[in-house]
């Protein structure tokens, strides 16, 4: 099994800046892709941005492309969200996910089941 705590989550003017982490415990984390994901009140969960293992591999949605920034530190078993330029649209709850198999692929990340953690609300105010 394994377990995933996301924090860093809070209320923020639009134009400001939040940092997300979450910390993943329980089986090997290490050889495996990390991303993040969000759902806005009344929308479906969608794709936000994905790290391989390495940290040498990553991907964002177009629409955080140039303002978030994932990363990842093995040694803690951690991965960040840094969010920047913050805009109101961006509000919803955001989530850490990891690939059910806990492979390095972001294919399997973006479509196949995943672990999840419980999830940490961000709030935009305009």
């Known amino acids: 099994q394994v377990q995933l705590v996301e924090s860093g989550g809070g209320l923020v003017q639009a134009g400001g800046s939040l940092r997300l982490s979450c910390a993943a415990s329980?089986?090997?984390?290490?050889?495996?892709?990390m991303g993040w994901f969000r759902q806005a009140p009344g929308k479906e969960r969608e794709f936000v941005s994905a790290?391989?293992?390495?940290?040498?591999?990553?991907y964002y949605a177009d629409f955080v492309q140039g303002r978030f920034t994932i990363s990842r530190d093995n040694a803690k078993n951690t991965v960040n969200l840094q969010m920047n330029s913050l805009k109101a649209e961006d509000t919803a709850v955001y989530y850490c996910?990891?690939?059910?198999?806990?492979?390095?692929?972001?294919?399997?990340?973006?479509?196949?089941?995943?672990?999840w953690g419980q999830g940490t609300q961000v709030t935009v105010s305009s």
């Open positions: 996910a990891a690939p059910l198999g806990l492979t390095n692929s972001i294919s399997d990340l973006r479509s196949g089941s995943k672990y």
């Open positions: 329980g089986r090997t984390f290490r050889n495996n892709a």
């Open positions: 790290i391989s293992w390495s940290g040498g591999t990553t």
